[in-house]
């Protein structure tokens, strides 16, 4: 699910999803996918930019949701805790974005605050934040999936 080689790749996928652009993840971002039986990519999450403490999450799809497996879930929270250290992940969406609303509440992000007209869709931008506390301890039970 990790991807270094394919890193540009995954940057790319989800950059034409969200419209925003790729210096958007600061200078060395993390990307996993995951693919169908086809190869195609139907869900991207690209870490960065990452301050030694907290990384921003970018999350794209295909529009389906075959890829929400606990496994793929699971390496999502995974990646940015173990594999980069971080204490935290933020979420970013635009406030009439109801399934990504919907999506990260489901997963246990916490909403944090609202900047006006902040989203590169023109309208409110909602920030929403996981802390490894909660990760530390759901990684041994069972995630909540929805």
Known sequence: MKSSSGCNEIVKWVTSRLGVPD?????NPLAIC????QGEIVVGIVYGPFNGYNVH???ASNGSRKWMTRKFLHEMFR?????MGATGITVTTDHRNRDSIRFVTRLGFEFRGSIPR???E??????????RDKWNSRSNSKM???
């Open 23 to 27: 210096t958007a993840y600061g200078l």
């Open 34 to 37: 995951r693919r169908n039986a």
């Open 57 to 59: 999450a970018h999350i």
């Open 79 to 83: 990646v940015p805790f173990e594999d």
């Open 118 to 120: 902040g989203s590169n």
């Open 122 to 131: 023109g309208g409110d931008l909602l920030i929403y934040y996981f802390g």
């Open 144 to 146: 909540a999936v929805g």
